[in-house]
């Protein structure tokens, strides 16, 4: 996903140094091309020969080394690199690069480099909320530097406070939305539902269904990722939800309504990919329904229908999908749903194939728009997810 994309991490003396080999092997496990800088003072805490063995790359340190393959490597490199990622950023460089200081191979690459810079602090809790420190961090962010607030917890050197550097998986993310996917969503807002709803029959039971919200996830990762504003309306699942996006947790169709439709007026594109429990119990019992002769009666009755209300309220340029999932029939059943809701697309699947449906990591899919009905072969849900979007792109 990141082939030819080139990544500088840059690497300071400070002891969350050793959580970055394991940035550099997520990047280059994504194809990306990783150059790792040091400070001399990084060197203590990891040895250079480790990012030279995950990256392929020489590890470098020292501007005046002579056994370069560029003419001028500091300027060659930052002419080539997508991004900068400066993680652990200790407080000595952070005051370099606020200041114009170059006199090491890191200060005087990032002086020279035009590319997004992230840059990611670390260190004691005391040394974090120093003034100096802050305003440097200030002064970085006006000359558009990106940076990365720190996580709190327990740091090495026994303090518990802010300061810590976020795990590589997240520095991986902030790299991963500045590379990933044409920016062809920027400027839209869009909103998502997705997983299951869950209703209350007693204080021990609820009626719902398997949808596990991996295809809603996939959807909304990939729209942030290709520049849009991103809200994910999710119930309960197992799922973490992706970072950057406005992330609102519900349980009930009630509450799924009610958070869509508050939110729907000021949407380019609404995609519905949650599976709504169709029917509630009619009274959530304070006690357990007691089971007679094997039976237990419940009276339901209909929750609201989330799309039906979007169709109504559809407003101009404003682009409606929804999901179908079928047993049979499903071009018929989904156009009739097309045509019915006022919708411009149903992505629809027949949960009875192999590899579509709710649990897995792959779908099979058919969009159906009013002109068009494209079938997707087996994919992975993250491919589906980029397919949908590409096509209410298209039809926008
Ligand atoms: C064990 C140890 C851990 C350190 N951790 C940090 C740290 O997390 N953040 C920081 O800013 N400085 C830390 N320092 C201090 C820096 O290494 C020191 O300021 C050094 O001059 C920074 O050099 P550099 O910015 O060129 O890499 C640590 C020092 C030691 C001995």
Not at 91 to 110: P, R, S, Y
Not at 237 to 250: E, G, H, K, S
């Amino acid at each position: 996903m990141l082939k030819g994309r080139t990544v500088i991490l840059g690497v300071t003396g400070s002891i969350a140094a050793y959580k970055i080999a394991s940035l550099a092997s997520m990047l280059v496990k994504k194809q990306a091309s990783v150059h790792v800088i040091m400070t001399q003072n990084a060197m203590n805490f990891i040895n250079p020969i480790t990012f030279e063995t995950l990256t392929g790359h020489k590890c470098l340190v020292d501007t005046f080394d002579r056994n370069f393959e560029f003419q001028v490597e500091h300027v060659s490199l930052a002419k080539q690199a997508d991004v900068v990622m400066i993680a652990p950023a200790s407080a000595n460089v952070i005051g370099k690069l606020a200041h114009g200081i170059a006199d090491d191979m890191l200060t005087t690459t990032l002086l020279a480099c035009r590319c997004p810079k992230f840059l990611s602090p670390a260190m004691n809790t005391a040394m974090y909320e120093n003034p100096i420190v802050q305003d440097n961090l200030k002064i970085l962010k006006k000359y558009g530097y990106e940076v990365i607030t720190p996580a709190s917890g327990y740091l090495a050197c026994g303090d518990t406070g802010s300061g810590k550097m976020p795990e590589p998986e997240t520095l991986y993310q902030y790299i991963e939305k500045e590379l990933a996917g044409p920016k062809d969503l920027t400027g839209k807002k869009v909103l998502v539902t997705a997983g299951p709803t869950q209703e209350n029959i007693d204080p021990v039971r609820y009626i719902t269904n398997h949808s596990s919200g991996k295809m809603g996830y996939a959807v909304a990762k990939a729209a942030m990722l290709r520049g849009a504003e991103v809200t994910l309306v999710s119930g309960q699942t197992a799922l973490t939800p992706p970072m950057f996006v406005d992330y609102v947790q519900i349980t009930t169709a009630e509450e799924m309504y009610q958070a869509v439709t508050s939110r729907s007026d000021e949407q380019d594109i609404i995609i519905k990919a949650a599976a709504v429990a169709d029917y509630r119990p009619k009274t959530v019992y304070d006690n357990k329904v007691k089971k007679q002769d094997g039976q237990m009666s419940i009276e339901l009755e209909r929750t609201r229908d989330i799309l039906a209300y979007l169709g109504e309220h559809k407003r101009e340029n404003q682009f409606l999908c929804g999901f179908s999932m079928e047993t049979e029939n499903m071009i018929g059943n989904s156009r009739a749903k097309l045509q019915k809701k006022n919708l411009d697309m149903v992505a629809a699947n027949n949960v009875k194939v192999e590899g579509a449906g709710f649990q897995g990591d792959t779908n099979v899919m058919t969009l159906i728009t009013q002109d068009q009905e494209i079938a997707l072969p087996l994919m992975s849900k993250e491919e589906v997810a980029d397919k949908i979007l590409d096509t209410i792109r298209d039809k926008m």
